[in-house]
């Protein structure tokens, strides 16, 4: 097979027949050797069974759905394993990725490119907050990390076989796919791209909690910075402590009335404490994926999959 679309979905019901009218025609110039896979946590909506009707008139449409709600990453990442393509597109039912693309990223990968990033130039329709800490988290994610993610770029992407091979070996349990393939490694071609709003309904991802989500992962799964940061913080303060220390030996020493009172020790206190929080705090986020690294659950379980090869 030479193409697979993997697309995760939830509660997408008024997007999925649209989605398939604009991709098959698109699919259709490029290869009818493909698949489009449909990665569905349990929705209370119709989606399932739009798919279903989808994969009666279609055989190329295919599903996996899973025995609970495991999340979007989850969801990629089971739909990377179950495709059978020579190259695998990850993108939403939304239509905020556009399938027009398509045709410009299979182009890329016959010229040798193993990931094919499309890169937004504008984000429609996203409030400005979500902007401005996709924008910081990724300056942040750059400077520190491990590897380096392309800014302005989400899941939505074109991978070769052995990329998605390498992606699916890996044990880490976070999902964060942009990390993942950056990991990975292999020749990487960007297109650029304005990206639209949504089709129909309303957004299932917490755009600011959501996002601050996408940015820890990048900084605590791919870097140890935070912890030397908090070292450093450490020495800072003790540094601050000596300091004070040494200026209230010198009040005394000179017989000078120390006049500080409550106010500074609240203020010393409270930034102490501060600190301390912040520090336990980037720990729990270390230990946290440390434990669900250990504990080696299931990324994923899939309830029922129709049109795949036992």
């Known amino acids: 097979m ?15 027949p649209e989605f398939l009218r604009r991709v098959r025609p698109i699919l259709g110039a490029i290869t009818e050797d493909y698949e489009v896979i449909f990665a569905l946590d349990p929705s209370p909506d119709r989606t399932e069974e739009v798919i279903l009707e989808a994969r009666a008139q279609d055989p190329r449409v295919k599903l996996l759905r899973f025995s609970r709600r495991f999340g979007q990453p989850m969801a990629t990442l089971a739909g990377l394993q179950y495709s059978a393509g020579e190259a695998v597109v990850v993108l939403d039912v939304d239509l905020q990725d556009p399938p027009e693309l398509l045709g410009e990223m299979v182009a890329k990968w016959r010229e040798g490119y193993d990931v094919v990033l499309p890169q937004r130039r504008q984000r429609t329709g996203e409030p400005w907050i979500k902007r ?11 400077k520190i990390a491990d590897v380096r993610i392309p800014p302005n770029t989400g899941d939505f992407r074109l991978m070769s076989r052995r990329v998605v091979a390498e992606v699916t070996r890996l044990k880490e349990t976070h999902g964060f796919l942009r990390g993942m393939v950056a990991v990975v490694g292999f020749k990487q071609a960007l297109i650029p791209f304005d990206r639209p709003a949504r089709f129909a ?4 991802y917490n755009r600011f909690l959501g996002s601050l989500r996408i940015g820890f992962n990048g900084i605590f799964c791919f870097s140890t910075y935070a912890l030397t940061l908090s070292t450093w ?3 800072l303060v003790s540094g601050g402590a000596f300091l004070l220390m040494g200026i209230y030996l010198f009040y005394k020493l000179m017989d000078w009335p ?5 106010p500074t020790l609240v203020i010393l206190i409270s930034f102490l404490g501060g600190i301390q929080l912040i520090s336990v705090g980037i720990l729990g986020e270390y230990i946290g994926r440390i434990y669900e690294e250990v504990r080696g659950r299931p990324k994923f379980i899939v309830e029922r999959a129709e049109g795949f090869r036992d």
Not at 132 to 142: E, F, K, M, R, S
Not at 258 to 262: F, R, S
């Open 2 to 16: 030479l193409l697979s679309l993997v697309v995760p979905v939830y509660r997408e019901e008024k997007n999925v």
């Open 132 to 142: 401005l800490v996709a924008a910081t988290g990724y300056q942040v994610i750059n």
């Open 201 to 204: 309904g309303e957004t299932n």
């Open 233 to 235: 913080l450490g020495f």
């Open 258 to 262: 120390i006049a500080w009172g409550n």
